[in-house]
């Protein structure tokens, strides 16, 4: 793939010169905090919806569910369920009274009844631990594409790859803030539908049009798997425990992206709760159209590729989708595929940056630090701009760490932290009158302690030779995902800390829940 290796940097270069085009312009209007951690408020529902399919199609769900289809076939599929049910919850729950009660982060939404500090300082650690876990998968994802792209098969190539992309966010988020951001998100996330749908139609035309015949050439092209790739049981085994692993993955998925800090920021992109509504229903069939497409792709490798090269490649089951492209229009579709790819990392590393940096910017040094006197008001934008690139180089050096990792599996943990640490707080914010900051702190700091201690004890750290470190035995769980235990864990400490507390605001409860079904107060768009 030597030879084609020119082709591929020229089309990244392409992707990466237009965006960086975009990212100037829409930085053009970026002058105050709520222009560069809001965008304003200026985006649309359906602008915001494509942003949102944008921000959430990461490269666990082109690279990593393609190829856990391609190995796994049904158990892989069970992924996108996961992650597109979730989108429910959202739209259902969170979306439109998320939008009326807070300002720039989740520690806006916490605060607005509890004491700001503790509050906001706990919502910021769990929105840090939440982007770190996330940003560790994309990065992990960057070298794995490029890796068999550009066929760098040594770690030190590898590790360059990272640290180019972790450059290229960190120009993103520091140039264009949210707005530019935004930009770079619709873009990709119609260039990600567009291809992925063009492929799916190629796939389909091979076998003329007709799936049956499609998932019958998958079985025949995987002797090992046969029949089993057509049903469940594949990955997660007949065992009593694999199948309890499997029920708590799913868990994290579907509860997971309500808590979503880079997900739950988007909904203040826009001017009001009618609109955030508009987005999550956008963004639900989009995603959706998405992962039908990828029940095709990853069967279609599995037929056309084959599971044995697939596993054999540079980046393993993370180049099922790339190599399919290979296979069907050579090394031009290759090409411009993995670009796709490349800017899904790009667009998701950004969004991640930007909402871990303004969660710091806004919560900890504006309202802790400076206790929500911030006298210069370029300070918070100024601060959040330094904590992007901090957190650039702290992902590129984990992501270097995590290369070759499973993507979609670094994935399920970062939601399981955020299905733990932030769902359970967010509910009850919203929904329990009795509700205080010790039940707040309780389950924030309870939820990520008990997530993250039983992800270090799991088979996915140690003890197998899929796990982290394959030649050291420290697993005390049995469970590669910990959904199933922390989320009610999670959700039983938010209620006995609020019990067990005699703080009860019923005032700013009753203020909170007008705001949040009514709007009245609501932040509201800024004009040019």
């Known amino acids: 793939m030597n030879g084609n290796a020119l082709l591929n940097i020229g089309i990244f270069g392409i992707f990466v010169a237009a965006t960086l085009v975009v990212v100037v ?6 002058k105050t905090a709520a222009d560069y951690l809001a965008a304003g408020r200026a985006f649309t529902g359906p602008q915001n919806g494509v942003a949102i399919a944008g921000d959430y199609l990461s490269a666990a769900s082109f690279l990593g569910i393609a190829g856990a289809i391609a190995l796994n076939g049904y158990d892989g599929f069970l992924y996108s369920i996961g992650f597109l049910v979730a989108w429910l919850v959202a739209l259902l729950l969170v979306a439109e009274l998320l939008r009326n009660t807070g300002k720039y982060t989740m520690g806006d939404v916490l605060s607005f009844r509890m004491q700001q500090r503790p509050v906001r300082a ?4 769990s929105t840090m631990a939440v982007s770190f876990f996330y940003l560790l998968a994309q990065m992990a994802g960057a070298g794995g594409l490029v890796a068999l792209l550009l066929n760098i098969t040594g770690k030190v ?8 992309v972790g450059a290229l966010m960190i120009a993103y988020v520091l140039i264009g803030g949210m707005k530019g951001t935004t930009w770079v998100q619709i873009i990709k996330a119609v260039l990600l539908i567009v291809g992925a749908g063009v492929m799916t139609l190629w796939v389909l035309a091979k076998f003329g049009l007709n799936l049956s015949g499609l998932l019958g050439s998958a079985v025949e092209n995987a002797p090992k798997a046969g029949e089993k790739l057509l049903g469940p049981g594949l990955q997660y085994g007949a065992t009593g425990t694999s199948k ?52 095709v792709l990853g069967y279609g490798a599995a037929a056309l590729v084959g599971p044995d090269k697939i596993r054999s490649a540079p980046g393993g089951a993370n180049s099922a989708a790339p190599l399919l492209a290979e296979a069907l229009g050579g090394p031009l579709l290759l090409g411009l595929i993995a670009a796709v790819a490349f800017a899904t990392i790009l667009a998701v590393v950004a969004g991640l940056t930007i909402t871990a940096s303004a969660s710091f910017a806004h919560d900890i040094y504006a309202n802790i630090i400076k206790k ?9 934008v100024k601060v959040a701009r330094r904590t992007a690139i901090v957190i650039g180089i702290v992902s ?10 499973n993507i979609a599996f670094l994935v399920a943990l970062a939601f399981a932290v955020a299905a733990s640490a932030n769902l359970p707080t967010i509910l009850y914010s919203l929904f329990w009158k009795r509700f205080n900051t010790s039940g707040a702190l309780w389950s924030i700091y309870g939820g990520l302690a008990v997530t993250i201690t039983l992800i270090v004890l799991s088979p996915a750290v140690s003890g197998k030779p899929t796990s982290m470190f394959k030649d050291l035995d420290f697993a005390l769980f049995p469970l590669s995902n910990p959904g199933i235990v ?14 067990l507390s ?14 949040a079904l009514t709007g009245v107060g609501a932040e509201k768009a800024v004009a040019h």
């Open 502 to 515: 005699k703080e009860h605001d019923k005032e700013k409860y009753a203020e909170m829940e007008v705001r």
């Open 486 to 499: 922390s989320i009610p864990v999670a959700f039983l400490l938010g209620y006995l800390g609020t019990i």
């Open 25 to 30: 312009r829409a930085s053009r209007n970026t």
């Open 396 to 405: 590129i050096v984990g992501g270097i760490a995590a290369n070759g990792q």
């Open 372 to 380: 929500g006197a911030v006298e210069d008001k370029d300070a918070e």
């Open 122 to 125: 706990a919502a910021a650690t």
């Open 244 to 295: 309890l692993d499997f029920l708590s993955l799913a868990l994290a998925l579907v509860l997971g992206t309500a808590g979503l800090p880079h997900i739950l920021m988007r909904f203040y992109t826009v001017p009001t709760a009618k609109e955030a509504r508009r987005s999550v229903v956008w963004a639900i069939w989009l995603i959706g159209l998405f992962y039908l497409f990828t029940l």
């Open 157 to 164: 190539g590898q590790a360059i790859v990272i640290a180019v």
